[in-house]
């Protein structure tokens, strides 16, 4: 039965927001035509206009020293750098969220602000690239997605919590149980109401930010909402 469950509510995924996910690079100091997956944002209708959502931290880095204009995304064929969108970065003092105005993505699916949720009871999916089972063949770009579905958990700092065990996890694909991976690259990715994606719902709760101590993080999507009306 769960794992019926598991495999609707990945089904769901695919279907809805997989569409609206962007992987988010940065230089590889080692080799220049080949760069590095360092996270995922996910694409919002917001005043008529794409918005590209993802971590503070996938944009600035860690120590909030990167260069946010040498990150960049594929629209299409075309390498696209934050620092050429006609739009500054959004984000918060201290909040772990930043979105920009990506008009290279219109005509993308994107999801809504009437999707937004406040986190509930309900176990709660995450879903993004990995970046370490980023593929290449040759110089073809193929990203792997990875979802991700844990029981909620209460924080005590205002995030939204989920269970993240990496150990005897069971695979929907090959029905193996397994190691988790370090969910490296979905930094940015969406955090959903995992009982509402099943039945086909979108309902936004955060955007997922951290993981360690077998918990995963993420800002919740009120701190999106306030971000988004500064723009």
Known sequence: MIEQYIQLVEENFANTILPTLVPIYESNAQNATRPDQIGTGFILSYNSRPVLVTAKHTIFGHDGKDRAGEKAFRAGENWVYVGDVDSEVFFAKDRDIACFYAD???????????????????PITVGGYLARDFKRTGETLKPMPYTFTGASEKTTDGLIGLQYRRSKVKSTASEMVQTAPIPRGLSGGPMLDSAKLALGQVSLVGVFTEQD???????????????????
């Not at 993505?105 to 999707?115: A, F, K, Y």
């Open 104 to 122: 290279q993505l219109v005509g993308r699916p994107c999801l809504g602000t009437g999707n937004f949720s406040t986190a509930s009871s309900s």
């Open 213 to 231: 101590c077998g918990s995963a993080r993420g800002e919740p999507s009120a701190v999106l909402e306030q971000i988004l009306k500064s723009m």
